[in-house]
Nanobody
Framework: QVELEESGGGLVQAGGSLRLSCAASGRTFSSSAMGWFRQAPGKERDFVAAFFWGGINTYYDDSVKGRFTISRDNAKNTVYLQMSSLKPDDTAVYYC??????????????????????WGQGTQVTVSS
C-alpha cells in the first residue's frame, strides 16, 4: 500500500508563490501515475496536474497552465507542485493522489479523480487579495 503526505500549504498574497510537496512511502513502485487535485469550499474536487511515472509529459488543467509546475524527485519518492502567480481563486485544499490499480490509464483518465485510489490528507492553500 502507498501512503501519501502533503506539506507546504499556507497563506500567501495574490501574485505570490508556494511549493507543495507530496512524500510517498510504502509500495511506491506500484503507482503508475501521480496527480494533484484541489477542492474549494462548497465545490467539487478538481484536477490540477498529473504525470505518468513512466513518461516525461505533464498534464495541467487550463486554469493553472503556465502558472503551476508539477515535478518529481524519484530518489526521494516526492512529488512537487510549484505554484506561481497565485490568485484568490486558487484557494482550496490541495490533495496529492496516486493511481495504483487502474490498468491502461490514459492521459484523459489522469484528469479524473476516480482513476486514483490513494489520497493524501490534503494541505490548505489560502490566497488573499
Amino acid at each position: 500500500q502507498v501512503e501519501l503526505e502533503e506539506s507546504g500549504g499556507g497563506l500567501v498574497q495574490a501574485g505570490g508563490s508556494l511549493r507543495l510537496s507530496c512524500a510517498a512511502s510504502g509500495r511506491t513502485f506500484s503507482s503508475s501515475a501521480m496527480g494533484w487535485f484541489r477542492q474549494a469550499p462548497g465545490k467539487e474536487r478538481d484536477f490540477v496536474a498529473a504525470f505518468f511515472w513512466g513518461g516525461i509529459n505533464t498534464y495541467y488543467d487550463d486554469s493553472v497552465k503556465g502558472r503551476f509546475t508539477i515535478s518529481r524527485d524519484n530518489a526521494k519518492n516526492t512529488v512537487y507542485l510549484q505554484m506561481s502567480s497565485l490568485k484568490p481563486d486558487d484557494t482550496a485544499v490541495y490533495y496529492c493522489a496516486a493511481s495504483t490499480s487502474v490498468s491502461h490509464l490514459t492521459p484523459g483518465g489522469l484528469r479524473v479523480g476516480a482513476s486514483y485510489d490513494v489520497w493524501g490528507q490534503g494541505t490548505q492553500v489560502t490566497v488573499s487579495s
